[in-house]
């Protein structure tokens, strides 16, 4: 009788992932993840920013390289960073909403959802001259008041393919590469993470699977996008 319970709380929690945090669910509305795959391109993402010196050595490598990424950022590390946003948008990189304080329990309550994503779109408005069109929710949760929220600020939900299942633990930056690139289509949108929550954290592992996996995807022909460019939607407002 209680490993039917097990089972049965298994799956319900199995469930509940899928329609609210799953990088591919659909069912309470468009939270594109991909684009149509007809084009040899790629779109690279990176949440949680920004957080130095971790974003600024991505920046540099990607200015490099001539490559234009999306960078999905929290309200309250772009206040502590300001200068590094400002850099990437100097740089051509598309910046969107990543909430403003990356906690779980304020996506719950529907008075602080709406906080979120409002005092974010305030303060990136601020700093970059422009109002973000883009959105992506922390863990890539999704529900229908949420949905609804970012219909009334004009935002686009982006979702994605995590590079690496465990790249927030920072495995051999060699290992997210490879899993990264081993699950690379044409029109993936792959999400790294400079930053971590909104504290900041060591990102040194994610740098270098930067550099390997866009070495790898240039040599076996794949274009860099913005997400935007992608999905064929505005970057800004
Ligand atoms: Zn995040």
């Known amino acids: 009788m209680i490993w039917i319970g097990v089972g049965a709380v298994a799956v319900a929690i199995g469930l509940a992932y899928w329609l609210f945090m799953s990088p591919s669910s659909q069912v309470f509305?468009?939270?594109?993840?991909?684009?149509?795959?007809r084009d040899r391109v790629v779109a690279l993402t990176f949440d949680d920013g920004p957080n130095e010196p971790y974003t600024s050595q991505i920046a540099d490598h990607l200015a490099g390289k001539g490559i234009?990424?999306?960078?999905?950022?929290?309200g309250a590390c772009v206040e502590r960073h300001p200068e590094t946003t400002a850099r990437l948008l100097a740089d051509g990189h598309v910046i969107g909403n990543h909430s403003l304080t990356h906690r779980f329990h304020s996506y719950l309550v529907p008075g602080r959802m709406a906080g979120e994503v409002v005092r974010t779109q305030e303060i990136l408005s601020q700093r970059l001259g422009r109002t973000p069109a883009l959105y992506r929710s922390p863990w890539l949760w999704r529900q229908p008041a949420l949905l609804r929220r970012l219909r009334r600020s004009a935002l686009q939900p982006v979702s994605g393919q995590f590079c690496h299942p465990f790249e927030v633990?920072?495995?051999d930056g060699a290992r997210?590469?490879?899993?990264?690139?081993?699950?690379?289509?044409?029109?993936?949108?792959?999400?790294?993470h400079d930053g971590f929550d909104?504290?900041?954290?060591?990102?040194s592992q994610t740098v270098r699977a930067v550099e390997l996996v866009t070495d790898e995807?240039?040599?076996?022909?794949?274009?860099?996008?913005?997400?935007?460019e992608l999905l064929g939607v505005p970057a800004y407002r």
Do not use: E
């Open 169 to 171: 633990f920072q495995p």
């Open 68 to 74: 234009r990424a999306t960078f999905f950022q929290v």
């Open 217 to 228: 995807l240039a040599r076996r022909g794949y274009r860099f996008v913005t997400v935007d």
């Open 176 to 192: 997210i590469a490879r899993r990264a690139i081993a699950h690379t289509r044409p029109g993936s949108i792959i999400i790294f």
């Open 29 to 37: 509305g468009r939270y594109p993840y991909r684009g149509d795959g």
């Open 198 to 203: 909104a504290r900041g954290g060591d990102r």
